[in-house]
C-alpha cells in the first residue's frame, strides 16, 4: 500500500502545528495505508525525518499531498524541490505529486461554517465579507483566492464580499475595510481564508481590529480559521487517491456540471451538446444560409 505524505509549510505558532498535526491524525484514521505529515520549514518534524522515517518503514513510493489552499511558490517549487532533494537521499524513492486542497466545495462549506459561528441568520443580507488570504507574488494563485470569494458570493444570501490579502499582494485588510465602508458597509465579517492558527491569521486580525477602532460606526467580527476538521480530513484524502489515480485536473471540482453549485443543482451530469452554427453544413440538418436569414435578425 502506498504511504501518504502531506506537506505543509510549518508555522512557529504553536497552535498552528497542533492543528496540522490534528488533521493529519484525522486522515491517518480514515486512510488505511501509513501517513505521515510533515514541514519544508519553520516548524517540527522537518520533512527530511519523516521521509526517512517512511522510508525505513519498508515504503519506496509515496503519495505527496501539499498542504495548501491554492496552488503557489510553495506547491510549485519548494515542496517538489525539497521531495526532489529527498529522493537523491534515499535511493529508488519515488512518488506521486497531488494538487493543493482548493477551490473546492467543502472548503466553501467550512468557511460558510465560520462565518456561521459569528453571523446569525437574520444578518447575513446586510453584511460584507472581507475574506482575507495570504497573498503570493504569483498572479494565479491571487486570481484563485478572488475565485474562492467569488463562489462565495455566488451562494447568494451576502450584502457584499471583498477579496483581500495580509502579504505581498493587494489590496490589504484595512483598504479592503475601508471599501466595504464606503460601499455603504455597517456590518463586516473579516474571514480568514487560511487552515490553522499561525502568525498570518493572528495579523489579519490585529489589522481588523485596529482599524475597527478608528471606526466605530461599522460592527466588525473576525471569524476562525477553517481548522482540523474531518471534511478537511476527507479533502486531503481525495488528494492522495487523485495523485495515485494520475487523475489529477483542473477546475472539475467547481465545475456545475459535476458539483451541485447552490442554483446548477439541476445541471449536474446534463448531456453536452455542441451549438448548432448555421453556416456549418457538417450538422445533420439544414439550416438558412446568410442570404435566406429574417431581415433584422442577429449574425
Not at 519553520?42 to 526517512?52: K, T, Y
Not at 522510508?55 to 513510493?61: E, I, L, P
Not at 466545495?105 to 459569528?118: G, I, N, Q
Not at 448531456?271 to 442570404?291: E, F, K, M
Request: aromatic fraction near 4%; charge should be neutral; proline fraction near 8%.
Amino acid at each position: 500500500m502506498t504511504a501518504m505524505l502531506v506537506v505543509g509549510h510549518g508555522t512557529r505558532d504553536a497552535a498552528g502545528v497542533e492543528g496540522f498535526t490534528a488533521l493529519v491524525d484525522l486522515v491517518a484514521a480514515r486512510a488505511g495505508v501509513a501517513v505521515a505529515g510533515g514541514f519544508i520549514e519553520l516548524s517540527p518534524p522537518p520533512l527530511r525525518e519523516v521521509v526517512a522515517g517512511l522510508v525505513a518503514a519498508g515504503h519506496r513510493h509515496l503519495g505527496v499531498v501539499p498542504l495548501m489552499l491554492v496552488a503557489a511558490g510553495h506547491a510549485k517549487g519548494d515542496i517538489p524541490a525539497a521531495l526532489a532533494r529527498e529522493v537523491s537521499r534515499h535511493a529508488g524513492l519515488t512518488y506521486s505529486y497531488g494538487r493543493p486542497l482548493g477551490p473546492h466545495p467543502v472548503l466553501l462549506d467550512l468557511l460558510d461554517e465560520r462565518l456561521s459561528a459569528v453571523l446569525d441568520a437574520s444578518e447575513r443580507a446586510a453584511c460584507t465579507v472581507v475574506l482575507v488570504g495570504r497573498g503570493s507574488s504569483d498572479p494565479d494563485a491571487n486570481a484563485e483566492h478572488v475565485k474562492v470569494a467569488r463562489l462565495l458570493w455566488e451562494r447568494g444570501g451576502l450584502g457584499g464580499i471583498e477579496p483581500a490579502f495580509i502579504s505581498l499582494a493587494k489590496p490589504g485588510v484595512p483598504a479592503a475595510l475601508e471599501r466595504a465602508r464606503l460601499l455603504g458597509a455597517r456590518r463586516v465579517v473579516v474571514l480568514p481564508y487560511f487552515l490553522f492558527a499561525g502568525v498570518l491569521p493572528t495579523r489579519t486580525a490585529v489589522q481588523a481590529q485596529q482599524w475597527a477602532r478608528g471606526h466605530p460606526q461599522v460592527d466588525v467580527r473576525v471569524a476562525d480559521v477553517i481548522g482540523p476538521a474531518p471534511a478537511l480530513a476527507e479533502l486531503t484524502l481525495a488528494r492522495y487517491r487523485e495523485a495515485l489515480d494520475g487523475d489529477i485536473r483542473m477546475n472539475c471540482d467547481t465545475c456545475l456540471y459535476r458539483v451541485g453549485l447552490p442554483g446548477h443543482e439541476h445541471r449536474v451530469g446534463a448531456a453536452q451538446h455542441p451549438h448548432d452554427h448555421p453556416d456549418d453544413r457538417a450538422h445533420p440538418h439544414s439550416h438558412p444560409g446568410p442570404a435566406s436569414r429574417a431581415p433584422g435578425a442577429s449574425e
